[in-house]
T-cell receptor
């Protein structure tokens, strides 16, 4: 069974730039959720994708967007990066949207300078 | 407002001592609660969920709706229990998203 994989592991960007983070879901999982974890905080929900459509969104501005592909992998895009976007970005996959527990990847550490 | 509170950032105990990691939640609906754990240099992983009523690695957690709490307990801590522990609440009308607490770092000393 292949777990959730995220790439890249680390990334450094400059304020105002754009970034794309990638996630491959665990085998058999059709739902992907993205979370932002700032230093010293718990993860915060960004959004969830199910069957290639956004299925729930947290309190993040529109410059945070995503995609899910037919193979259930996903991308998180952030435009016009701000210093406060520096965080660990976690991807989690599950079966369906409600009853299945989330399985997390190792995360992508984004630093915005 | 939907919220999860873990009042202790750090909990330090000696090996063999009992452990209780506190979690309180605020939610008007029917709650589903989880404990996730992150060991050093490992990914966040599910420890247990209240609907399963299991004991995992000696840990248990009981949902107390009257006190809106879901405290994690273990009678005898082991050094390998040292990790970051997060309590999380699932919100069903928003895509099943999880709301996490800030986390408690458990340090078990020999």
């Amino acid at each position: 069974e292949t777990g959730v994989t995220q790439s890249p592991t680390h990334l450094i960007k400059t304020r105002g730039q754009q970034v794309t983070l990638r996630c491959s879901s665990q085998s058999g999982h059709n739902t992907v959720s993205w979370y932002q974890q700032a230093l010293g905080q718990g993860p915060q929900f960004i959004f969830q994708y199910y069957r290639e459509e956004e299925n729930g969104r947290g309190n993040f501005p529109p410059r945070f967007s995503g995609l899910q592909f037919p193979n259930y992998s996903s991308e998180l895009n952030v435009n016009a990066l701000e210093l406060d976007d520096s965080a660990l970005y976690l991807c989690a996959s599950s079966i369906g949207t409600h009853n299945s527990p989330l399985h997390f990847g190792n995360g992508t550490r984004l630093t915005v300078t | 407002a939907q919220r999860v509170t873990q009042p202790e950032k750090l909990l330090s105990v000696f090996k063999g001592a009992p452990v209780e990691l506190k979690c309180n939640y605020s939610y008007s609906g029917s709650p589903e609660l989880f404990w996730y754990v992150q060991y050093s240099r490992q990914r966040l992983q599910l420890l247990l969920r209240h609907i399963s009523r299991e004991s995992i690695k000696g840990f248990t957690a009981d949902l107390n709706k009257g006190e809106t709490s879901f405290h994690l307990k273990k009678p005898f801590a082991q050094e390998e229990d040292s990790a970051m522990y997060y309590c999380a609440l699932r919100i069903y009308n928003q895509g099943g998203k999880l709301i996490f607490g800030q986390g408690t770092e458990l340090s078990v000393k020999p």
